[in-house]
T-cell receptor, first 105, second 113 residues
Framework: RKEVEQDPGPFNVPEGATVAFNCTYS??????FFWYRQDCRKEPKLLMS???SGNEDGRFTAQLNRASQYISLLIRDSKLSDSATYLC??????FGAGTRLTVKP | EPEVTQTPSHQVTQMGQEVILRCVPI?????FYWYRQILGQKVEFLVS????????KSEIFDDQFSVERPDGSNFTLKIRSTKLEDSAMYFC???????????FGEGSRLTVL
């Protein structure tokens, strides 16, 4: 079983759509969870930390479910500029393969 | 805003040559990492470094790889004898807290011919 698994997509959605990504992790002792965004041929950049209580930043909502060992990212009212690959990262060392999102006009 | 800087941005080398990739982490950060990303593939953890020693390394980080923090500023990744399959983007990252937000450099693209 892979340590961190993500649906690779691609997700192709129209502007204004709501899209959700999930990520599962294998190590129940994991402590830190993040979503990063990576644009083509660029470095990953932090999008959000993920907490059990859930956290929201504008159009983005992240959630952690420790019992089921998955984290989620919800993007509401998607913009063209949201087009990127979204990386689930656990404990700073375990990266998901990334989910590619394309938002179309 | 403080940032992680990496040099060179692109290096082309012949198979079998030694390569040193350099990183200057953010100054008050304590944990340092190297990752690689082969074109079109996922980001892969190579090694983490704390308190002047390796704290964890992946199976990719074999005897051909080494890391150093020679002067309290630079953090280097050395590949002793490059192979074709070492061609990738190498990212350095740092953080001040274990498990905290990673700050990435822009990466060094290595091409092995």
């Amino acid at each position: 079983r892979k340590e961190v698994e993500q649906d690779p997509g691609p997700f192709n959605v129209p502007e204004g759509a709501t899209v959700a990504f999930n990520c599962t992790y294998s190590n129940s002792a994991s402590q830190s969870f993040f979503w990063y965004r990576q644009d083509c041929r660029k470095e990953p950049k932090l999008l959000m930390s993920v907490y059990s209580s859930g956290n929201e930043d504008g159009r983005f909502t992240a959630q952690l479910n420790r019992a089921s060992q998955y984290i989620s990212l919800l993007i509401r009212d998607s913009k063209l500029s949201d087009s990127a690959t979204y990386l689930c990262v656990v404990d700073d060392m375990r990266f998901g393969a990334g989910t590619r999102l394309t938002v179309k006009p | 805003e403080p940032e992680v800087t990496q040099t060179p941005s692109h290096q082309v080398t012949q198979m079998g040559q030694e390569v040193i990739l350099r990183c200057v982490p953010i100054s008050n950060h304590l944990y340092f990492y190297w990752y690689r990303q082969i074109l079109g593939q996922k980001v892969e953890f190579l090694v983490s470094f704390y308190n002047n020693e390796i704290s964890e390394k992946s199976e990719i980080f074999d005897d051909q790889f080494s890391v150093e923090r020679p002067d309290g500023s630079n953090f280097t990744l050395k590949i002793r004898s490059t192979k074709l399959e070492d061609s990738a983007m190498y990212f350095c990252a740092s953080t001040w807290l274990e498990g905290g937000e990673l700050f990435f450099g822009e990466g060094s693209r290595l091409t092995v011919l």
